[in-house]
């Protein structure tokens, strides 16, 4: 087990269509309106003065895999049958977490309370936006760490989507990050503050499984109306 490892992401181009795709808005047949994309274009502004992306990571050794579950070393486990398809075979797997900071937080809330709804609205989707676009770089950047030393990738999965139920697996991933030394915190429902956060593995080895190019989205039960694409 290394020692978990923090990097900084460098702020990833993010768009206003990107804001738009996070949104769900559809404008392919009608063009926005012009007061639209002034809202748009000043917040995304805002957006990138908020966010620092960052993502913090580690590897354990993978023991084996049962049905349905992943052991690792130090007697830990996580729980997902297609996460044990996945890594079983592998020689270790990477936990990390990615966040961009509490800052876009505080300025949706103040948006919020002070009844500017449509601006609180368009920074959290400029804030999914940035971390979807920011765990990409990251996950990355992670790929090729372990292709220098000669290892293949699996693609990422994380909990909380259909595959994989179990949300309190993400106390096993923060735990043996000790994600709190990057301001991470967990709800007692288990959902991640700062909320534009995310918790992911991904496995290394030289005999992994050949999933013909597919990725976790391929395996989610919402992908057919899931308006992002996940990575």
Known sequence: MTEPIIWEIELPDVTIEDIFRAE????????????????HGRVLAEAASLVRPAVLWR??????????????????KLTSSLLARVAGAAEKLILFVMTIGSALDQREEYYSKAGRTLEAFVL?????????????????????????????????LGPGHSYWNSLEDIKTIFHLLNAGQMGLRLTDSNLMLPRKSIAMVLAAGRDLPDFGGKTHCDFCSLQKKCHISHF
């Open 24 to 39: 769900g808005a559809d404008y392919s047949k009608s063009p926005p309106r012009p007061s639209t994309l002034e809202l």
């Open 59 to 76: 590897e354990v050794d993978v023991l084996g895999a049962g049905e349905g579950e992943l052991f690792l070393e130090g007697g830990k």
């Open 124 to 156: 959290n989707a400029g804030g999914t936006a940035y971390i979807l676009k920011s765990g990409i770089a990251a996950k990355d950047k992670i790929n090729e760490h372990y292709q220098k030393a000669g290892l293949n990738t699996t693609f990422s």
